[in-house]
Structure formats: structure tokens, C-alpha cells
């Protein structure tokens, strides 16, 4: 592959639109948008409408499905989510790309890390600037430069930003497998390391809430009467850990128990939550079935179980279609003198999701940084022309063939 005068055209169009397109993922990460933040993602939400409509194609407001959360005390209720944002442009054409990504973060509304600012060595410090407004932004900055390309007929998009990628996704799954199922080539936008160093396979996860019911007594007076569903919680959180180091890759973190009240009152609830990875199909079965069981054997009597949860993200291995596609970027991206690399990690994301739906995909296309997740995150400057050259150059290279969609979707269904 070499650059041609009509790509390098696309490539510049990046190059001049570098302050606006670092200046919007500022504006976009200065309002806070956590997850359960309502308001906050309605106000990213216009915001990002807003910049989308530059985009040729339809703009739209997608409804999300509500999740179920259960509470600290056991209780169960039901959570609405916001609304998704989809552009869809040449739908009919004969290739398709789906671009991905999320405008929640995990700050919530209460958190002491609410603005951007520039760290002395350049590098720019905020909620949610790398993990990914600042990814959003490179995606439509990509998308942009590419529709004044002269091939762009050949290849329709779509974009689907996702307001629940942070606690799992509940509300968007559907959207994405049903997108992953149509695509040809799927792109996500979560940062990549420092060093732009990408993600291969990852693992599967799953999240879990299992509610003890007990039996309120005094302490004292009618202790035997009771049954104490914070002990039951205890043990039973020993045998989850005990799951740990059983099968190659698979691990189980118990991540909290709660429940209980006055310490003259057995306790009558308690709820233990626990996260599950796994590293292929075959583990995450497994899992499931142990979990299952464990929640059938309550520890003694007087105790019930309710298990809630389960596998959210399947595991995204190096399949046939991952190795190649990689191997695409990677040529892809030594044209603008960018070195690319992967390595295997644990965490998940979207990328899972659309796999698991049949569509290849790169799913660290987004701005270098690193420390996400705290309130050192950070994201380098000068990544984001780097980041969104590459994302258009794959486009462009898509639309001319040099990456075959259809071959790469072609490998991705012959091991589904």
C-alpha cells in the first residue's frame, strides 16, 4: 500500500481542523456525564448531536432499554437509560463500516474531577478527555476527512454513541449486535496506551448481584430463631473465591458485601457482587454454571438465594478475522510512519460486544493517554490528528479495497 494523492488529501483535511477537533473533546469533557448522571448525558448528548449534523446522512435519537439494579438492601428495581445517538449514512452501499463509542463516563455527578486542564508536560488531564470524548471526537473527525474522498459511494457508516458502556452496557446491547451483525468492519474508539500500543484479545466478563434473605431475631433473646444472611453472604463469597486459580484465565473478584444493620439484630439480607473474566467460550460456560450452582446451595437453612446478572461481554479472541484485520491497520498505519503494536488485555468493552455479533473490529482507535478510570487520566495532544489520519486512512483504504470488508467478514462467520 502506498499513500495516493486523493488519501493524502483526506489526511490533510485532518491536519487543518486539529485545534477544533482537541477544542470540542475539552467542551464535551468539561460537562459531566457519569453514568447514572440523567442531566449531565442529556447535555453531552446535545452537544454531540450538534457536531454530528455537519455529517452528511440521518441523525437520530435512539432509545435505550432499561436495566434492572439491585440495591444495597436487596431490593430490585428497574433503571431507564438515556437515549443512544445514531448516524447512518449510505446504508445501501457495498461496504459497511460500524463506528463505535460511549459518552458516559465514570465520574459521577458528585465527583471532585470536573474539568480539563493542561498538565506541564502538555499532556491534558480530565474526566473522560481520553475514555472517550476525546475518542468521539477522532471518530468524527475521521469520518469528516473521509467524505471528501471520491470513493466514499463504495462505503456506508454508521455510528452508535452509547450512554452505558461504563456499567456494562445493559441498555445498548441490542443496538450493537444488531449492528455487528450487519457491518463488514467494526471500529471502536476507546483509548489506546501511551504509547499507542492496541488491545488484541480480550477476555469475557461478567457481573453478578446475588441477594441472601435471612431471618431477622434479636441477638440475644432468640438468636437460633434467626438465620444470618451476612454470615451465609461470607461463605459464600469464600466459595466464589475459591473458583479462582480452578481454570486457565478464569478469575472471580468479590467486590463487595453488603447488608445487615444493628448489631443486637441477625441480619436478614445481604447482597454479595462479583465480577467473572474469562478467556474464551469454553471458561465462560463453565463459570456460568458453577455461579448457577453455588446459587442454588444456600450455605444453611433459613437462607434464600436470588442470583442477578450474568455474562454482560463474551471473550474477543485473536480469531482469523482479528489477525488480519490488524495486520491491515498495522500496514496502514507504518504509511503515516505510526508504529502499531497489540497485546491481550483483560478489560472489555463494545469490541466484545460486536465480535460476539460477527464483525471484526479494532477497538482502541482512539486518542494515546492512559490512567483512565482516576482522576489522572490524561490524553496527549498531538494524538488526535495522529489517531483520526489513522482512522481515515483505514476508511479510505477500505473504499479502494487494499482492506478487504468482505473478506474480513467472510473469516469472522467461518468461526462463529
Request: proline share 5%; charged share 20%; net charge negative.
Amino acid at each position: 500500500m502506498r499513500i495516493l494523492p486523493s488519501e493524502q488529501s483526506v489526511l490533510d483535511h485532518v491536519a487543518a481542523r486539529e485545534a477544533a477537533i482537541i477544542g470540542r473533546a475539552v467542551e464535551w469533557a468539561n460537562v459531566n456525564s457519569g453514568s447514572r448522571n440523567a442531566d449531565g448525558l442529556s447535555a453531552v448528548l446535545t452537544l454531540l448531536e450538534g457536531a454530528a449534523r455537519a455529517l452528511p446522512g440521518a441523525v437520530e435519537r435512539i432509545p435505550t432499554r432499561g436495566s434492572t439494579t439491585v440495591a444495597d438492601d436487596g431490593s430490585v428495581r428497574e433503571d431507564a437509560h438515556a437515549d443512544a445517538l445514531k448516524l447512518t449514512c449510505r446504508p445501501d452501499a457495498p461496504l459497511q463500516v460500524v463506528l463505535t463509542g460511549h459518552y458516559d463516563t465514570v465520574f459521577p455527578e458528585t465527583s471532585g474531577f470536573q474539568t480539563v486542564v493542561t498538565r506541564a508536560d502538555g499532556a491534558l488531564n480530565g474526566p473522560g478527555i481520553a475514555d472517550m470524548k476525546g475518542g468521539i471526537s477522532v471518530l468524527l473527525a475521521a469520518l469528516e476527512a473521509f467524505e471528501t474522498h471520491p470513493d466514499r459511494e463504495r462505503v456506508g457508516w454508521t455510528v452508535l454513541l452509547s450512554p452505558d458502556e461504563e456499567i456494562g452496557s445493559p441498555a445498548s446491547a441490542p443496538l450493537l449486535a444488531e449492528l455487528g451483525a450487519r457491518g463488514h468492519v467494526g471500529m471502536t474508539y476507546e483509548p489506546a496506551l501511551a504509547d499507542g500500543t492496541l488491545a488484541g484479545e480480550r477476555k469475557g466478563s461478567g457481573n453478578y448481584h446475588l441477594i441472601v434473605t435471612g431471618k431477622a431475631a434479636h441477638a440475644g433473646r432468640a438468636f437460633h430463631e434467626g438465620a444470618n444472611a451476612v454470615a451465609g453472604a461470607a461463605i459464600i463469597a469464600a466459595r466464589l473465591h475459591a473458583l479462582n486459580g480452578q481454570r486457565e484465565g478464569v478469575t472471580v473478584n468479590v467486590a463487595k458485601i453488603s447488608g445487615g444493620g444493628p448489631l443486637n439484630v441477625v441480619a436478614d439480607n445481604a447482597v454479595v457482587r462479583f465480577n467473572v473474566r474469562v478467556p474464551d467460550a469454553q471458561a465462560s460456560a463453565w463459570i456460568s454454571e458453577t455461579v448457577q450452582q453455588i446459587a442454588t446451595e444456600p450455605p444453611f437453612p433459613g437462607l434464600t438465594l436470588d442470583l442477578h446478572g450474568g455474562m454482560t461481554r463474551a471473550p474477543k479472541p485473536m480469531d482469523a478475522s482479528q489477525t488480519a484485520l490488524f495486520e491491515a491497520v498495522k500496514e496502514t498505519g507504518a504509511l503515516l510512519g505510526q508504529t502499531i503494536a497489540w497485546k491481550p488485555s483483560g478489560g472489555v468493552c463494545e469490541g466484545n460486544n460486536l465480535h460476539a455479533a460477527g464483525l471484526p473490529n479494532i477497538d482502541t482507535l482512539g486518542v494515546l493517554g492512559g490512567d483512565i478510570h482516576s482522576d489522572q487520566e490524561f490524553a496527549w495532544p498531538a494524538s488526535f490528528v495522529e489517531r483520526a489520519q489513522l482512522s481515515a486512512l483505514i476508511l479510505c483504504k477500505i473504499a479502494s479495497g487494499e482492506i478487504d470488508a468482505l473478506k474480513l467478514k467472510s473469516l469472522r462467520l467461518e468461526t462463529m
